[in-house]
């Protein structure tokens, strides 16, 4: 393979220092050097953590345990204080689940009348607040997309009760129309489009379960995606905290549509309808009715965290969180490769984290550093999720999360991902932060997947911290056809046993990455006052509280 010219990363410049003045500390009069990345630790950390012998630092196996006692013994070498009291670990208490169909008796029932549907082909279902069996007997009720939104006026709900019920939901958010073309976001998927929020508010209304119906369009993957992960696997989630409805689960478009028309209901009318502000409820004269049975096993997690004191008197109370999960797939299966390595994810954000720290111990800023390393983030975003539960640092007090998933392993760019950071004042912050590295911020498609809904970040931008992940430009300093090239390539390994590290990949992509969020976090800890949410953006409410 060839390498790239590496790229010179340079220290902020002049103009940024205008801007966001930056004084290193314990430098009386002068300024100490700015922190620079290094690649050759970048690299060691990489090679090793991606290396067999970790296993694929898979959740609930020792690839993962190992992970976390070189995560802790290279925090404590670089100088990182503890930032669980006396310790870098942070439990997080994970339940794995398996729906045990043949044992469980659940059925639709219409009139007093089964409804045939076979668990897998037409509907799945899981305890979602991780109890073995459950006992059920409720009526179900149709809510549209479900969605309480006080911001764009829209209320699903409008008062109905649902408490003791389960709820049948549409997946997605309303459509923009003439009249309101950026309703939840135009075409662009806002967070009460994901499923993840279908279930969250479903608990929050006191409901007895939740079914979303699943078609193509709305979901953006088939059904076939539901079923691979809710039929005879085993799902992750936390066990700690606030746990979810008894019932979650997803009907087939078919499977919904039967139902509500053995129940008096023309599906694809109150579809129509609930794309509407005034659309209400529907009780379905149908019930959800017997047993669920299921495997249910404990397993405890940790995330890892250091800090780097600030210096300033007052701010020093205030943090910036880098986050990268160490997590990824872990050793499976029992034949030929049975290693998912992980390199790019995200042996490399872990890798950059440390590589990172070690340098931010040198010439602390005002405010304090957290680098915090999650768990779980393969199994839905459960260590960080698990930290915004319980943070180490007070939510209030915390200015903002950069997270790292997945670095540029290709070479060094012209551009960098920020998407997400115009929510917040971050936005302008990493432009200046760009700028100091002679790059540009990329430009952003609108997010029709819900990308910013898709790592740890998002747990803390859920919590009301302004949050987003760095992600890699596109424009390569190298030959951009080769370049190309090798992204497609690497395409085809994600989440395969082929993510692996090759010695032959330049780290200037990697460090230009890491050198950009510590020099972006330095701007935020050094800023007289923390970084805020734009007005009206739906996560700015949970900082307002
Ligand atoms: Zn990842």
Redesign the pocket.
């Known amino acids: 393979m060839k390498k790239f010219p590496s790229f010179v990363v340079s220290a902020l410049a002049a103009s940024v220092a205008l801007a966001f003045p930056v004084h290193a500390a314990g430098a009386k009069g002068g300024k100490a050097a700015l922190p620079q990345v290094q690649e050759a630790p970048l690299r060691a950390h990489l090679a090793f953590l991606s290396s067999d012998l970790l296993e694929g630092r898979g959740t609930g196996q020792r690839g993962g345990d190992l992970t976390v006692s070189y995560l802790e013994n290279q925090a404590m070498a670089a100088g990182l204080k503890p930032a669980n009291g006396s310790s870098y670990r942070q439990l997080v208490k994970i339940a794995g689940i398996k729906t045990d169909a043949a044992a469980s008796s659940l059925r639709l029932d219409v009139n007093g009348a089964a409804l045939p549907a076979s668990f897998g082909k037409d509907w799945v279902y899981s305890p979602g607040d991780a109890q073995p069996a459950h006992s059920i007997n409720a009526e179900l009720v149709f809510v549209g997309y479900g969605i309480s939104a006080s911001e764009e006026g829209w209320d699903d709900y409008k008062g109905h009760d649902v408490k003791g019920k389960v709820i049948v939901m549409m997946v997605n958010d309303p459509m923009p129309t003439a009249e309101a073309p950026n309703r939840f976001g135009g075409k662009a998927l806002t967070y009460y489009g994901r499923w993840t929020y279908k279930f969250e508010e479903a608990q929050r209304k006191g409901a007895v379960g939740a079914l979303l119906i699943h078609t193509d369009a709305s979901a953006s993957y088939g059904y076939s995606v539901v079923k691979n992960s809710w039929d005879g696997v085993e799902r992750f989630q936390l066990a700690q905290g606030t746990p979810g409805t008894p019932l979650q689960g997803w009907l087939t478009n078919e499977t919904a549509l039967a139902l509500f028309k053995a129940a008096g209901h023309d599906l694809d009318a109150l579809r129509a309808a609930a794309e509407r502000k005034d659309f209400r409820p529907v009780a379905l004269k149908a019930k959800v009715v017997g047993d669920m049975k299921a495997e249910v096993r404990k397993v405890d997690q940790f995330n890892v965290a250091g800090v780097v004191p600030g210096t300033d008197p007052k701010l020093k109370n205030e943090v910036v969180v880098y986050t990268a ?1 160490w997590d ?1 797939l872990g050793k499976q299966g029992s034949s030929g490769d049975t290693i998912y390595n ?1 390199a790019v ?2 042996a490399s ?1 872990t890798a950059a984290l440390l590589a990172m720290a070690q340098e931010a111990v040198k010439a602390p800023a005002k405010r304090s550093q957290m680098f915090l390393w999650v768990a779980a ?2 199994q839905g975003l459960l260590g960080s999720a698990a930290y915004a539960e319980a943070p180490l640092w007070p939510l209030d007090k915390t200015a903002a999360n950069l997270n790292l ?2 670095l540029n392993w290709i070479g060094a760019t012209r551009d960098i991902g920020t998407a997400g950071s115009e929510r917040t004042d971050l936005g302008k912050m990493a432009e200046a932060a760009a700028k100091g590295l002679k790059m540009v911020i990329a430009k952003e498609k609108p997010d029709l997947a819900g990308g910013y809904f898709r ?1 740890d970040h998002f747990s803390f931008a859920k919590a009301g911290v302004p949050a987003f992940s760095i992600t890699s430009g596109s424009e390569f300093l190298g030959d951009q056809a080769r370049a190309e090239q090798m992204r497609a390539a690497y395409r085809k390994s994600y989440h395969q046993v082929s993510d692996e590290y090759d010695p032959s990949w330049s780290m200037a992509g990697m460090t230009q990455m890491a050198q950009f969020t510590l020099n972006l976090g330095r701007i935020v800890a050094d800023a007289p006052a923390m970084p805020e949410w734009k007005a009206g953006d739906a996560f700015g409410k949970a900082r307002a509280k």
């Open positions: 999960h990824h992980g994810d995200n954000g983030e393969e998933d997945s790592s």
